[in-house]
């Protein structure tokens, strides 16, 4: 940590803030600048309380050197693969995760799994619990949904990924799922993210729209630090100013998340534009930039859907969008 | 609800979507322009399902000519006032909630009280649950510090607003508390907004980070959809470019809230800047913009707080502070 | 400036960091800690060229630890004043510079000035060139429109304030100018803000839709560095994800100028919110949180104005307002 | 235009809207609805005056159906292909502008050209004119600059790409130049952008950092409503909340700009990312997504640049790139 001093601080107003800092254990360097004093502070502040150094007088401003995670960082490991039934996600594997948005009947859900396995998809993916901005839209069959998956999986051999919305379903929805996923508005959910650290299942966790790169690694650091290490990333675009697109799918993360951590990172372009039209390309981009796999939405008619149906692929188009998935993919492993 | 087609698209094309709105209980009209073709929709789109309309052929844009919110409306009702305790809400009423971050020990909250209480606080705050985006960092002293906020309250005759965090302690703090606030970061925690919804006590929404008024409206409208009519929104800034201050407070949005909804709606200046000398000035804008409160952090001794010592006022900020506000109050009530 | 390198750099990576630093003239010093190492550097940055620390092996990354600004800088300076004709801007005064978006007619434009200076505006606005989004809206009366607006000045006492778009008509605008008005779009057209640094009348600088604090006052300094001091800030509000208002305006930004440099701040709440119903609100709320004034559009007849009519004030409303500004103005003065 | 009125407007308050619309050549259609009244218009709005209808009385809101530009939308023209010099931008060709962020030297610039042109590049970029954030900065080497660019470009057969900041110096660019650039911050300096609308050269309109999609377009709109056809955009990243990556590459805008306009558009991955590491991945990225082209930095030897050193790729590196993209573009064509 470096505090910025002014250069007409007294004293004994260094004297009071290096005091601070060793009382909780931490060392001190002091270099005098033309215009600045500044104290370097040695130590690790993780566990240490708020010590509001900013209200000292003569402190300009703090600044901090270290990042607040440890558990996600590259510098713990080099790489988490992580093994899910038949499928593997992480390292060179791609991994493509497809099926509708929400599960809307035994038969939508059957003919999904069957064409998108018969196209490559590795995993499954279907929401029964749904959260949607308004209490009036159909919020997803629930746990029956959950059984629908369950048969779809055994029947196709494709591991599940579904959501759960809050702390009193975790256990409701592990018995049934493979993966579990953290949507992007519960990124922040913090007692969620606390609950499913003690599931011995792999948590997918979306980016918040709002989300920095410190936070998200922040909300995967908490379910670790609960004891589940399977966790991966999923960009799924943020909020910005531009309307044209739902939302700004921020590819440029990937490859620093690679640099920055060890776990597996995914994109959800369908949720990102909110557009079919855009799914595609964005899909194709997310594998040149170095994603590790997608998840995507395929309806088996997306103009029925329940939900979300414009940015849902057709069985048809998400068969080619596949072919010339595995050919980038192909080109740079 | 308005489609816009091209202005070649076939006579089919526009029976298709037609019909489809029609079967679902729509009266359309047709009307042609120079470059588009528009068919107005005249129905309530709320309860029906997605109609995946942008899919189908012809169809260029929808748009949306009303609001997906009802009972947050003006159009609903002209006012809501609550009372709750000593306290009214709402209206020409000056709300201050006052007090710590968080509750650290009885003899800080007492004395949290008593100053806030002598300064003419009508609340008081202070977290027991508290969502810290670092798993490692101070998490509240939970139900020990409920227990604390009753007693305070009883003794200097303060409604006591506090922090729910998830759904299964919904009861628990419904128990002790006399406001239920739901956080920024559970602003879209649709789940936990279904369960305040059951409670009969009053619930504060603060804004999402990158909530737009109208997914605020919408959180607001879940609570009131269960049948919890007194809902409070809480400004307490939103997530933009600018790094100089933490948030970027919207005070903009108060004036046109009060022209859209009738619900009482206060500013959090304390958490938008995260920095004690902004924290004045701001309180006071929030006034002259029209907001019907505010929500302040006031610690008995800052440099020693567990949590956000830094956005906090001294009991001695906080008095000059309420007589300026009280001033500009008087000015235009 | 900090170089942070990783624990595990080689000496020489160290010695070659430190070599280049004190090749240019800074003092180093060496922290060792935990997990890093934090080379400390002292001098003055601002003359020196790119060092391109970043990309020598070991660097982590780089932290700044003094603004690159000095002359906009409080430390140079308490408190600009500035006068010109019978206006005095910044200190205590109350700064309330009211008309049109543009000049339409030497009819329109009197009218304006006549009625806003009755009411006790201290100078006239109005736009001779226009910057508008398409190229087929209307650009303005140009010259016509700097000498009626010189006319309307001499004629009711009030200096002048309006737009010079480009490099070329810089001198053309100033001769008839007694402020120059720098546009949000403009704010980072460097030539421009050269250009104005070398006339002897004040200038305003709008915020750009998307600029940082530092950005903004980086614009003001590119003016000072020229040699004209008068330099005048005002907020117009940021560009944000909020779609409810035409932009975000960052009253926060106004005490936290206060704060930083000593040049005069005031807001044009017209501009920020698009809607006539916000600008009185907000503009009380500008001088609650210190602004030394106003920038406000008012049209004779908002409903016939060639642009920006929605935004525009009545004379009438515009009076009403002037009077809750001097009430506000006074509390704290 | 759909105007949206109360369903308790008045019918004089409904004739009032009618007339002021048929006035000014508009046909109008009545809707009923439940809880508004729509007006649809029927005309062409781009050369009316503005008609200030939101401040009649009974008006909820207005919506515009069709989009403000017109010359380079996609319903006026297929595709847009330049010829300039050697190279070909647009339709299937790939192209490559790389070069160093600023012309510092002609040993530096001839060095850069042979590298670039030795690894496929197909025009040269430097920067002859600099816009930096600090006026202390290095502000290039002008007219010299351009001199050197010219030798480069016939030494090597690259058409130059070089940047023209203000009014008064875009006929002494276009002397030197092939294509002129137009920065991210003047994408909204109108009147360079008509001026440059009066040359026989492409023109590169970079997007602004928190230009709307709309807004781009509109600004290529200016330059060719003067007569100048060739226009290419080129995309550099927009500011959002995410401090990890200096902007963020937005490239989803890539295939919509495809589906709404004939015009070229390319990428810049060193000015969003300003990170060396991730150019390689976003250049990989952006043509996975579609981008006709892309615009690099490359520098002789980075570290010692006077300019971006921290982004520039070593020609080495740029050398595996132009392999990596090669098989990419081959992919899809």
């Known amino acids: 940590m470096i505090v910025v001093m002014g250069v007409d601080s007294k004293n004994e107003e260094i004297e009071a803030v290096k005091n601070k800092l060793e009382n909780v254990g931490f060392k001190t360097h002091l270099i005098y ?3 600045r004093i500044v104290i370097g502070a040695v130590g690790d502040k993780r566990f240490l309380p708020s ?3 900013e209200l000292m007088a003569g402190v300009k401003k ?3 050197i270290m990042n607040p995670y440890k558990l996600v960082s590259k510098e713990v490991k080099e790489e988490t693969i992580i093994k899910v ?5 992480g390292g060179k594997n791609l991994t493509v995760i497809a099926g509708p948005c929400a599960v809307e009947s035994e038969d939508q859900l059957m003919a999904a799994a069957r064409l998108v396995k018969a196209s490559g998809a590795t995993l499954l993916r279907g929401g029964a619990f749904k959260p949607r901005s308004s209490p009036y839209s159909f919020q997803g069959l629930q746990e029956e949904g959950l059984k629908i998956l369950k048969i779809a999986s055994h029947e196709y051999d494709l591991p599940i990924v579904t959501e759960v919305m809050n702390t009193k379903t975790v256990d409701l929805v592990a018995e049934y799922a493979d993966v579990l996923q953290i949507g992007a508005r519960n990124m922040q959910n913090f007692d969620l993210l606390k609950e499913v650290g003690h599931i011995k299942k792999p948590v997918i966790i979306k980016r918040g729209l709002c989300a920095t790169l410190e936070e998200w690694l922040m909300a995967a650091e908490y379910v670790m630090s609960e004891g589940n290490y399977e966790v991966i990333l999923c960009e799924r675009g943020i909020r910005t100013f ?3 697109t739902r939302n700004t799918l921020d590819l440029s993360i990937i490859p620093l998340i690679k640099e920055t951590s060890h776990l597996p990172v995914i994109v959800d372009p369908s949720h990102a534009t909110g557009n079919w ?3 595609a390309p964005m899909a194709k981009g997310s594998l040149a930039v170095g994603a590790h796999g997608l998840m995507i939405e395929v309806h088996p008619n997306p103009n029925e859907a329940l939900c979300d149906g414009n940015q849902s692929l057709t069985p048809e188009n998400f068969h080619v969008l596949m072919g010339d998935l595995t050919k980038i993919h192909n080109l740079f492993h």
Do not use: D, P, R, W
Request: glycine content about 10%; cysteine-free.
């Open 33 to 35: 600048g033309v215009e």
């Open 51 to 53: 010590l509001s150094l």
């Open 62 to 64: 703090i600044v901090h």
């Open 85 to 89: 039934g038949s499928a593997t996600i």
């Open 242 to 244: 531009e309307t044209a």
């Open 277 to 279: 039209k855009l799914v």
